[in-house]
């Protein structure tokens, strides 16, 4: 069997003949395995869905509790068979519920990474290397200049930030699933315990995230309908980035403005967006991140996709590893 027989792509995603599904499929489909939460990879109307259950319970909060068909939780470790094929999930280390989805059939074995990082984060699984015949990963920050820094000390920055300037807000752009809870929980294990102050965006989501045990501490909504602008002085506002560049940010007292997002390494792209402190916090793998991460497969074969897949089928190249960009399209890097 020809590994293009196994899984290969279709206008609707990666697509999977024996099995008869897709991968975090674009388009409504009969039948569709979830990758994570994310609505580039996530979306509603597919007849069956298989996926981590956080990533259910995720996707119902977002879409609404009848967002398909029928869904199927998946155990991460457990096999599944769909029409002879094993199917198992393992975590991906990217959000809450995020895995890699591996497909196995008449001896050959294709991991599809979905989106991942390596960095240790409180607020997820951490991501495990699968060993592999060919490894799909993605390429969001597949070239050389992005190494991203430790995020305590991006973390550390900002609160150094607050402590300069306590009559200024510090407004932090932080995507609504994931990055802010990440950003949440950085700053209570840097030892942050005054109120949070959140954009209702992130209320249900960061609600789940406190019940499935991940403690970010004190959550207080982002409003001054019963309060004057300088009750925020000195407070760390987080929010979808959306929300800074609307009416809503200007309720805050000579705000910083702040964007937590590994895009941050690029000085022009911070300044374009107006970003006063830009803070370097990916959710994605960086270059050294991504060139470990296929030598621990041990994969002789690399697919790359939604990213910068160029540079990293070049890097494969090199190392004497067989690679080719699938040029998935659809994929953005909203949680990032």
């Known amino acids: 069997?020809?590994?293009?027989?196994?899984?290969?792509?279709?206008?609707?995603?990666?697509y999977c003949p024996p099995g008869d599904f897709f991968i975090d499929p674009?388009?409504?489909?009969?039948?569709?395995?979830?990758?994570?939460?994310?609505?580039?990879?996530?979306?509603?109307?597919?007849?069956?869905v298989l996926a981590t259950q956080q990533t259910l319970d995720i996707m119902g909060l977002r879409y609404g509790e009848d967002f398909a068909g029928t869904t199927q939780p998946a155990r991460l470790?457990?096999?599944?068979?769909?029409?002879?094929?094993?199917?198992?999930?393992?975590?991906a280390g990217h959000v809450l519920g995020s895995a890699q989805i591996?497909?196995?059939h008449r001896g050959r074995r294709i991991v599809a990474s979905g989106d991942y990082k390596r960095r240790k984060d409180a607020t997820c699984a951490p991501f495990e290397p699968i060993h592999c015949e060919i490894f799909i990963t993605e390429a969001t920050f597949g070239l050389p200049v992005f190494r991203h820094p430790p995020d305590t000390e991006e973390i550390a920055r900002l609160l150094k930030s607050a402590a300069q300037f306590p009559e200024r807000s510090h407004l932090v752009g932080a995507y609504a699933l994931g990055k802010a809870q990440r950003v949440m929980r950085l700053l209570r294990d840097a030892g942050y315990d005054k109120p949070l102050y959140i954009h209702g965006a992130l209320a249900k989501l960061s609600a789940?995230?406190?019940?499935?045990?991940?403690?970010?501490?004190?959550?207080?909504?982002?409003?001054?309908?019963?309060?004057?602008?300088?009750?925020?002085?000195?407070?760390?506002?987080v929010g979808p980035p959306s929300a800074f560049a609307d009416r809503w940010a200007r309720r805050f007292p000579d705000p910083i403005s702040c964007f937590a997002s590994g895009w941050m390494r690029i000085r022009q792209r911070a300044k374009q967006g107006g970003v006063e402190l830009p803070l370097i916090i990916s959710?994605?793998?960086d270059w050294d991140e991504l060139t470990a991460t296929i030598k621990e497969t041990g994969a002789a074969?690399?697919?790359?996709?939604?990213g910068r897949e160029e540079a990293l089928v070049r890097?494969?190249?090199?190392?004497?590893?067989a690679a080719r960009p699938l040029h998935l399209v659809g994929y953005e890097d909203e949680g990032d």
């Open 301 to 306: 074969e690399i697919w790359v996709t939604h």
């Open 208 to 237: 789940y995230y406190q019940s499935q045990g991940i403690d970010l501490g004190d959550l207080e909504p982002a409003t001054v309908e019963s309060g004057a602008k300088q009750d925020f002085a000195g407070a760390i506002v």
């Open 315 to 321: 890097w494969c190249e090199l190392e004497g590893i």
């Open 1 to 14: 069997m020809r590994a293009s027989d196994l899984l290969h792509p279709r206008p609707e995603g990666l």
């Open 283 to 285: 959710d994605h793998a």
């Open 77 to 91: 470790g457990e096999t599944i068979a769909l029409n002879g094929v094993d199917i198992s999930f393992h975590p």
């Open 102 to 104: 591996s497909v196995e």
């Open 26 to 48: 674009v388009r409504p489909v009969n039948r569709a395995l979830i990758t994570h939460g994310h609505s580039d990879h996530a979306r509603s109307g597919h007849g069956s």
